[in-house]
């Protein structure tokens, strides 16, 4: 089992549109939480952490279930510049990140 | 941006010949890492470095080693290179003051091999 899954989309939305998706970790142990973003090509970048009370910046609001061991994340207003895979990122115990394999999101005109 | 280089930024390469590609940091960070990319993977690391001469295998270390003789220079080889190497290989560094929880990577090498 793959430490962290996500449903690899394509979620298609319209711009203005809210969009929502969750990854599952595999690690109760899990401390710390992640959500990247990656476009086409390109290097993978820090989007936001994730909090256990939940958190947002700006547009994008991060949420952790612990219990069912779960992260979200929710796009409102959706731009066409959001368009990109989103990459759930989680840190077990040690120092070393797990990714999970990313969710495609595409913002149409 | 992170001062993060890659070199080379593509590369073909035939099976069975060494490889070498090298990350570059400007940032002083204490962490580096290799990761690979494939479709339908999320990231693997290879191999980490957590300071000067001081490595660690990652969960897909298999055909690569490292080094990092200097802060800002870390190298991943491929003794022989195979054609299931062929990926996307990023590097990361993180790591100042605090913990190495972000992680900010460089634009990654492209190798293809034949």
């Known amino acids: 089992r793959k430490e962290v899954e996500q449903d690899p989309g394509p979620f298609n939305v319209p711009e203005g549109a809210t969009v929502a998706f969750n990854c599952t970790y595999s690690n109760s142990a899990s401390q710390s939480f992640f959500w990247y973003r990656q476009d086409c090509r390109k290097e993978p970048k820090l989007l936001m952490s994730v909090y256990s009370s939940g958190n947002e910046d700006g547009r994008f609001t991060a949420q952790l279930n612990r219990a069912s061991q779960y992260i979200s994340l929710l796009i409102r207003d959706s731009k066409l510049s959001d368009s990109a895979t989103y990459l759930c990122v989680v840190r077990s115990n040690d120092y070393k990140l797990s990714f999970g394999a990313g969710t495609t999101v595409t913002v149409r005109a | 941006d992170a001062g993060i280089t890659q070199s080379p930024r593509h590369k073909v390469t035939e099976t069975g010949t060494p490889v070498t590609l090298r990350c570059h940091q400007t940032?002083?960070?204490?962490?580096m890492y290799w990761y690979r990319q494939d479709p339908g993977h999320g990231l693997r690391l290879i191999h980490y470095?957590?300071?000067?001469?001081?490595?660690d295998k990652g969960e897909v270390s298999d055909g690569y080693s490292v080094s990092r003789s200097k802060t800002e220079d870390f190298l991943l080889t491929l003794e022989s290179a195979t054609s299931s190497q062929t990926s996307v290989y990023f590097c990361a560094i993180s790591g100042t003051s605090g913990g190495p929880d972000t992680q900010y990577f460089g634009p990654g090498t492209r190798l293809t091999v034949l």
């Open positions: 940032e002083n960070h204490r962490y």
């Open positions: 470095s957590y300071g000067v001469k001081d490595t």
